[in-house]
C-alpha cells in the first residue's frame, strides 16, 4: 500500500465528533510512523477497510461478526497492495456476496470515506494473532440488488438490513452507531 494517497485521503476528512477526530490523528499518526501499515504482520495493529452498504430503499448492512459477536458493517484486512477503498469494496462483496456493489465518489470522483475508527481486537489464538487494533477507513457503498445477500456463515453469523429504528434497538459500539446516524434517516 502507498502511504502518500491515504494521508492525502485522511487530510481531506472531516470527523463528526471527537472520538472520531482522535481516531482520525492516531491513524494519520500510525501511517506516518510505520513501515507497512496495513500488513497482518505489523503485531500492534494494522489498516484495514470497510463499507456501509446501503440498499435502494435506504436500508444499511449489518453483519453479526462470528468472533468478535458484535453487529457491524462488512470490512476486514486489505490484500498487499491494496489501498483501504479497494479492500473495503472487496470485503463487502466477499462478505455480503453482492455482485453489485459500487462505492460512492466525491465532487472529485474520488472514493468518498464516510469514517475513521481506530478499535481494539481481541487475541486469535487459532491464528497466532496477538490482541492488537484496527486503523479503519470505512466508505459508503450501495447495491441494486440487496435481494442477493448471501453472508458468508465464516465470517457472520447473521446479516439484516436495518432502518434507523433497527438500528436504534440493536447493541451497536459507537463508531457502527456514528456510521449509521451519518447514512441512515431519522438515527
Same mark, same amino acid.
Given at each position: 500500500?502507498?502511504?502518500?494517497?491515504?494521508?492525502?485521503?485522511?487530510?481531506?476528512?472531516?470527523?463528526?465528533?471527537?472520538?472520531?477526530?482522535?481516531?482520525?490523528?492516531?491513524?494519520?499518526?500510525?501511517?506516518?510512523?510505520?513501515?507497512?501499515?496495513?500488513?497482518?504482520?505489523?503485531?500492534?495493529?494494522?489498516?484495514?477497510?470497510?463499507?456501509?452498504?446501503?440498499?435502494?430503499?435506504?436500508?444499511?448492512?449489518?453483519?453479526?461478526?462470528?468472533?468478535?459477536?458484535?453487529?457491524?458493517?462488512?470490512?476486514?484486512?486489505?490484500?498487499?497492495?491494496?489501498?483501504?477503498?479497494?479492500?473495503? #469494496? &472487496?470485503?463487502?462483496?466477499? !462478505? =455480503?456476496?453482492?455482485?453489485?456493489?459500487?462505492?460512492?465518489? %466525491? *465532487? +472529485?470522483?474520488? @472514493? $468518498?470515506?464516510?469514517?475513521?475508527?481506530?478499535?481494539?481486537?481481541?487475541?486469535?489464538?487459532?491464528?497466532?494473532?496477538?490482541?492488537?487494533?484496527?486503523?479503519?477507513?470505512?466508505?459508503?457503498?450501495?447495491?441494486?440488488?440487496?435481494?442477493? #445477500? &448471501?453472508?458468508?456463515?465464516? !465470517? =457472520?453469523?447473521?446479516?439484516?438490513?436495518?432502518?434507523?429504528? %433497527? *438500528? +436504534?434497538?440493536? @447493541? $451497536?459500539?459507537?463508531?457502527?452507531?456514528?456510521?449509521?446516524?451519518?447514512?441512515?434517516?431519522?438515527?
Amino acid at each position: 500500500m502507498h502511504t502518500a494517497p491515504l494521508l492525502e485521503t485522511l487530510s481531506r476528512h472531516r470527523p463528526a465528533d471527537g472520538a472520531e477526530r482522535a481516531a482520525l490523528d492516531r491513524l494519520v499518526t500510525f501511517v506516518q510512523s510505520t513501515p507497512a501499515p496495513a500488513a497482518r504482520t505489523t503485531l500492534e495493529g494494522h489498516v484495514t477497510g470497510s463499507a456501509v452498504v446501503l440498499g435502494p430503499d435506504g436500508r444499511a448492512l449489518l453483519l453479526f461478526h462470528a468472533r468478535l459477536s458484535l453487529w457491524v458493517q462488512p470490512g476486514g484486512h486489505l490484500e498487499p497492495g491494496e489501498q483501504p477503498h479497494e479492500g473495503a #469494496l &472487496r470485503e463487502a462483496r466477499e !462478505e =455480503s456476496g453482492l455482485p453489485d456493489l459500487i462505492l460512492d465518489v %466525491d *465532487a +472529485a470522483g474520488a @472514493p $468518498l470515506l464516510l469514517d475513521v475508527d481506530v478499535h481494539p481486537i481481541p487475541e486469535n489464538a487459532r491464528r497466532s494473532e496477538p490482541a492488537h487494533h484496527h486503523h479503519d477507513l470505512c466508505y459508503l457503498a450501495r447495491t441494486r440488488q440487496p435481494e442477493r #445477500l &448471501r453472508h458468508d456463515p465464516d !465470517e =457472520s453469523h447473521a446479516a439484516r438490513w436495518v432502518d434507523a429504528a %433497527d *438500528a +436504534a434497538a440493536l @447493541p $451497536l459500539d459507537t463508531a457502527t452507531r456514528r456510521r449509521l446516524s451519518k447514512v441512515l434517516r431519522g438515527s
